[in-house]
């Protein structure tokens, strides 16, 4: 049976008892699901948050990580400090760091291929806005972000690589692709992932899709071929939201 990636983005939200208190309910909640489980708190939740989800399946996520490994570089993480507080899986590359934070493809990548060469899994987010997808220019842009967000990478990395296909129109929006929509430009995706690293590397990737996923609308989206699980924000950040979204079957 398939397995899904179901990972929570806690943005800019929660106090580390806050966030300990969530941590902990979702780790007595979800000891019996089977699907690949990770929640992302802010940098100051990290080592609390790390210590209640120790011994547990879900594993631990930031949100964001500094390009270089150390040095003056102020305000920034580095995959070091990441890594010494039990952190597996970085966020990189997601619209909000794009777009209010000016983050470049370039950039990006540069943030990609130091996490996995220091070992950490990596979700690389990509997606266009409205008015690039109404202007036409959705796949150009996902197909972009994608292979400039890879570039270097090797296909024996790419186990440790998913791909978040998160249509900026409907992050934190209660819009939603249609899951046929989201299945078409995951296909896409994996399209674009098969020319860059052949057929079964693309086929064995996991492509998550991130937009208003809800309770509602998870089995419907996660049903779909080309959807391996989701990535969640909003509904990430209480356990009556975010438990059943993780136990949608
Ligand atoms: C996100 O920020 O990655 C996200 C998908 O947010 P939301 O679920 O709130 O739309």
Same mark, same amino acid.
């Given at each position: 049976?398939?397995?899904?990636? %179901? *990972?929570?983005?806690?943005?800019?939200?929660?106090? $580390? +008892? &806050?966030? !300990?208190?969530?941590? #902990?309910? =979702?780790?007595?909640?979800?000891?019996?699901?089977?699907?690949?489980?990770? %929640? *992302?708190?802010?940098?100051?939740?990290?080592?609390? $948050? +790390? &210590?209640? !989800?120790?011994?547990? #399946?879900? =594993?631990?996520?930031?949100?964001?990580?500094?390009?270089?490994?150390?040095?003056?570089?102020?305000?920034?993480?580095?995959?070091?400090?990441?890594?010494?507080?039990?952190?597996?899986?970085?966020? =990189?590359?997601?619209?909000?760091?794009?777009?209010?934070?000016?983050?470049?493809?370039?950039?990006?990548?540069?943030?990609?291929?130091?996490?996995?060469?220091?070992?950490?899994?990596?979700?690389?987010?990509?997606?266009?806005?409205?008015?690039?997808?109404?202007?036409?220019?959705?796949?150009?842009?996902?197909?972009?972000?994608?292979?400039?967000?890879?570039?270097?990478?090797?296909?024996?990395?790419?186990?440790?690589?998913?791909?978040?296909?998160?249509?900026?129109?409907?992050?934190?929006?209660?819009?939603?692709?249609?899951?046929?929509?989201?299945?078409?430009?995951?296909?896409?995706?994996?399209?674009?992932?098969?020319?860059?690293?052949?057929?079964?590397?693309?086929?064995?990737?996991?492509?998550?899709?991130?937009?208003?996923?809800?309770?509602?609308?998870?089995?419907?989206?996660?049903?779909?071929?080309?959807?391996?699980?989701?990535?969640?924000?909003?509904?990430?950040?209480?356990?009556?939201?975010?438990?059943?979204?993780?136990?949608?079957?």
């Amino acid at each position: 049976m398939r397995n899904y990636f %179901i *990972a929570g983005n806690w943005k800019m939200h929660k106090t $580390v +008892s &806050e966030s !300990v208190a969530l941590a #902990k309910d =979702l780790v007595a909640k979800l000891g019996d699901c089977n699907e690949k489980l990770m %929640i *992302a708190p802010a940098f100051t939740a990290l080592a609390a $948050v +790390s &210590e209640a !989800v120790k011994g547990s #399946k879900i =594993l631990l996520g930031a949100q964001n990580m500094g390009p270089e490994e150390q040095g003056a570089h102020t305000g920034e993480v580095s995959v070091f400090m990441l890594k010494d507080l039990g952190v597996k899986v970085v966020i =990189l590359g997601h619209s909000e760091r794009r777009h209010s934070y000016h983050e470049s493809d370039e950039l990006i990548n540069k943030k990609v291929r130091l996490a996995l060469q220091h070992g950490l899994e990596v979700i690389l987010c990509v997606g266009e806005t409205l008015e690039e997808r109404e202007g036409g220019r959705l796949e150009t842009v996902c197909k972009t972000q994608v292979e400039k967000g890879l570039a270097g990478v090797a296909a024996a990395e790419l186990g440790k690589v998913t791909i978040a296909y998160e249509p900026v129109w409907a992050i934190g929006t209660g819009k939603t692709a249609t899951p046929e929509d989201a299945d078409a430009v995951h296909a896409y995706i994996r399209k674009v992932l098969a020319g860059l690293y052949g057929e079964s590397s693309a086929k064995a990737m996991c492509i998550q899709y991130g937009g208003s996923v809800k309770a509602d609308n998870a089995a419907q989206l996660m049903q779909k071929p080309n959807i391996d699980g989701a990535l969640v924000g909003g509904a990430s950040l209480k356990p009556e939201t975010f438990v059943p979204i993780a136990k949608f079957r």
